[in-house]
Nanobody, 115 residues
Framework: QVQLVESGGGLVQPGGSLRLSCVAS????????MGWYRQAPGKERELVAV???????TYVDSVKGRSTISRDNAKSTVFLQMNSLKPEDTADYYC?????????WGKGTLVTVSS
């Protein structure tokens, strides 16, 4: 059974930082592409960042230069470091695992950026 468990969300002031984590189980993590998506209230889910099994990364323009996605294959964990957070970054953040056969989702962690 595949499980993706996110953590690290919370309330942060504008300009602050958060580090999201996602621990995966039930998959061969080292060969799986991992990603972070987010969904703000009333909006569609959007890609934030992806890291391939080989370590290549892609970011949505709105977070480029402010966020870093990384992975620790030994711990089956993917991270999203977010800096200089803005109110428009407020959303539920979801971890995604893309295997050769299908994608899997975590239940999400809420990030709220507000003063």
């Amino acid at each position: 059974q595949v499980q993706l468990v996110e953590s690290g969300g919370g309330l942060v002031q504008p300009g602050g930082s958060l580090r999201l984590s996602c621990v995966a189980s039930g998959i061969i993590f080292s060969t799986t592409h991992m990603g972070w998506y987010r969904q703000a209230p009333g909006k569609e889910r959007e890609l934030v960042a992806v890291i391939t099994s080989g370590g290549s990364t892609t970011y949505v323009d709105s977070v480029k230069g402010r966020s870093t996605i990384s992975r620790d294959n030994a711990k089956s964990t993917v991270f999203l470091q977010m800096n200089s957070l803005k109110p428009e970054d407020t959303a539920d953040y979801y971890c995604n695992a893309q295997t050769a056969w299908r994608g899997y989702w975590g239940k999400g962690t809420l990030v709220t950026v507000s003063s």
